[in-house]
């Protein structure tokens, strides 16, 4: 079993920054893959970047540039940083972590971007 709490949503104008945090508490030395998706209204879930144990990193097309995915600072606290922020990143951002053939989600975290 694998605890996420996720931090870092929020109100931005378009153009500004978030940081979003995701503590995993738990069997964590099992973790073979993390990553952060989000759900827009009306659509359907999707992945906007992963890391994996080995260090391989990917990012949905639409986030190329300005979004980083990396491990904090804390022990078992994945990261993401969100720059040039744009309307249509408005979301509920949930991390996620795998651990064999079982996923482990966050609660998720509301971003809004708007002016």
């Known amino acids: 079993q694998v605890q996420l709490v996720e931090s870092g949503g929020g109100l931005v104008q378009p153009g500004g920054s978030l940081r979003l945090s995701c503590a995993a508490s738990?069997?964590?030395?099992?973790?073979?893959?993390m990553g952060w998706y989000r759900q827009a209204p009306g659509k359907q879930r999707e992945s906007v970047a992963s890391?994996?144990?080995?260090?391989?990193?990917t990012y949905e097309d639409s986030v190329k540039g300005r979004f980083s995915i990396f491990r904090c600072n804390a022990k078992n606290t994945m990261c993401l940083q969100m720059d040039s922020l744009k309307p249509e990143d408005t979301a509920v951002y949930y991390c996620?972590?795998?651990?064999?053939?079982?996923?482990?989600w966050g609660q998720g975290t509301q971003v809004t971007v708007s002016s």
């Open positions: 996620m972590v795998a651990v064999g053939p079982f996923d482990y």
């Open positions: 738990g069997n964590t030395v099992s973790i073979n893959r």
């Open positions: 890391l994996s144990s080995a260090g391989s990193i």
